[in-house]
């Protein structure tokens, strides 16, 4: 389970990055909290996810953290095109793209909490 949460990271790294030096480029910063939100909850959250579960691999093995990689995959894209709907004023579409994947997140971070709190002593 921590290679999956590692190399999803890396992979919302590389998008995170070129992303950011297109929108440099381009001077489209409407967009910062896209990049913002890559980077932090792709990279840097599911790295430290995954050193933690590569630490911890009682806690890896789990249901709680295949269930939470998988709300985090599916929620984190959903969140990250409500944030470029927004950006481009189709709020009306956004809003319950965003309520669903901001929600899958946050159920996501719940369960993690949760199978930390309960595996690691």
């Known amino acids: 389970m921590s290679a999956r949460f590692i190399k999803a990271s890396v992979i919302y790294f590389l998008i995170g990055t070129?992303?950011?030096?297109?929108?440099?480029?381009s001077e489209e910063f409407q967009y910062t909290s896209?990049?913002?939100?890559?980077n932090l909850l792709g990279w840097v959250s599911l790295a430290i996810i995954g050193l933690i579960y590569k630490a911890y691999p009682e806690a890896a093995q789990t249901k709680l953290a295949n269930s939470?990689?998988?709300?985090?995959?599916f929620g984190l894209p959903l969140l990250v095109i409500s944030m470029v709907?927004?950006?481009?004023?189709?709020?009306?579409v956004g809003i319950p793209i965003?309520?669903?994947g901001g929600l899958m997140?946050?159920?996501?971070?719940?369960?993690g909490t949760?199978?930390?709190f309960k595996r690691i002593k």
């Open 18 to 25: 070129i992303f950011g030096l297109v929108m440099g480029i």
């Open 34 to 38: 896209v990049h913002a939100h890559i």
């Open 68 to 73: 939470q990689y998988w709300l985090h995959m």
């Open 85 to 92: 709907l927004f950006a481009t004023d189709h709020k009306t």
């Open 98 to 100: 965003a309520s669903l």
């Open 105 to 111: 997140i946050i159920v996501s971070v719940l369960l």
């Open 114 to 116: 949760i199978n930390v």
